[in-house]
Nanobody, 113 residues
């Protein structure tokens, strides 16, 4: 399965973006899908994950602002990001959890102050 993230862009602080992750194959049998991010000069970190039955878990700094969801019929995972902050600026990637597949290019999110 190959994963392609999209939906990033430039947004002002307080704004919103919705990221999408399209899989080349079925994700229905994949227990957990996740969004990760890597800010300039920092290590990649787990932002949110969702199991096949919809249980979710979030990085503390995004709780209450980000929402992860998945549509197995469309083989797509989403990340709704609201109340964005400059600290959210990063390249965002989707992948499996806990053992990620080959990393795709990701999508750049830039939040201006």
């Amino acid at each position: 399965v190959q994963l392609q993230a999209s939906g990033g862009g430039l947004v002002q602080a307080g704004g919103s973006l919705r990221l999408s992750c399209a899989a080349s194959g079925s994700i229905a049998a994949i227990n957990a899908m996740a969004w990760y991010r890597q800010a300039p000069g920092k290590q990649r970190e787990l932002v949110a994950r969702i199991t096949s039955i919809g249980n979710t878990n979030y990085l503390d700094s995004v709780k209450g602002r980000f929402t992860i969801s998945r549509d197995n019929a469309k083989n797509t995972v989403y990340l709704q990001m609201n109340s964005l902050k400059p600290d959210d600026t990063a390249v965002y990637y989707c992948n499996t959890f806990p053992a990620p597949l080959k990393w795709g290019q990701g999508t750049l999110v830039t939040v201006s102050s």
